[in-house]
């Protein structure tokens, strides 16, 4: 018999408890005065007192992190871990204005990826967007056009991507 979480118990050593997690070979007990126990499911020194049975339609942790991560990904602003290539590591981008009376500008290379890492993040998910909305198809496709000529004309930053599969794709890189 599989106890479901809520199931209160007397247990020999510990006394009353409720399952608060049902782990693949143990139970998660809170026990009224002995604090969170990690319990066999196979120990027989329980007493069960109300018994709330398990669902079999639960969620696993692994469908439960795959859903969460799918739901992160799609809205908010996180993004996938994306490697610089190794010869940019360490280096600077630096502008130098045609006035020579203003200041050249500096800035870390990686910090000038990130952020063109963070453009292509968002363009994904306003494709993503156009693509599950419920505009006219003719509308969907010449807004697709547009953003595929948008990732054409980031395909010069691609120099600075570690792996071929993360860099801009344009209207060419297309089957």
């Given at each position: 018999?599989?106890?479901?979480?809520?199931?209160?118990?007397?247990?020999?050593?510990y006394g009353f408890g409720v399952v608060i997690q049902v782990k693949a070979n143990t139970y998660l007990i809170?026990?009224?005065?002995?604090?969170?126990?990690?319990?066999?499911?196979?120990?027989?020194?329980?007493?069960?007192?109300?018994?709330?049975?398990?669902?079999?339609?639960?969620?696993?942790?692994?469908?439960?992190?795959?859903?969460?991560?799918?739901?992160?990904?799609?809205?908010?602003?996180?993004?996938?871990?994306?490697?610089?290539?190794?010869?940019?590591?360490?280096?600077?981008?630096?502008?130098?204005?045609g006035n020579v009376e203003l200041k050249t500008y500096e800035m870390p290379i990686t910090t000038f990826f990130?952020?063109?890492?963070?453009?292509?993040?968002?363009?994904?998910?306003?494709?993503?967007?156009?693509?599950?909305?419920?505009?006219?198809?003719?509308?969907?496709?010449?807004?697709?056009?547009?953003?595929?000529?948008?990732?054409?004309?980031?395909?010069?930053?691609?120099?600075?991507?570690?792996?071929?599969?993360?860099?801009?794709?344009?209207?060419?890189?297309?089957?």
């Open positions: 018999m599989e106890l479901g979480i809520g199931t209160r118990l007397n247990h020999k050593e809170t026990f009224q005065e002995h604090g969170t126990r990690e319990i066999t499911k196979n120990y027989d020194g329980l007493e069960i007192i109300d018994l709330m049975e398990q669902p079999d339609d639960l969620m696993s942790y692994e469908m439960m992190e795959l859903s969460l991560i799918k739901i992160l990904r799609e809205f908010s602003d996180l993004q996938e871990l994306v490697p610089i290539a190794d010869k940019w590591r360490g280096g600077k981008l630096v502008l130098h204005p990130k952020k063109i890492v963070m453009v292509r993040d968002r363009i994904r998910v306003l494709e993503q967007k156009v693509n599950s909305s419920n505009i006219e198809d003719d509308e969907k496709i010449a807004i697709q056009q547009y953003i595929t000529r948008t990732y054409g004309s980031l395909t010069s930053f691609n120099i600075l991507f570690k792996n071929k599969s993360d860099q801009f794709v344009g209207e060419s890189g297309k089957l």
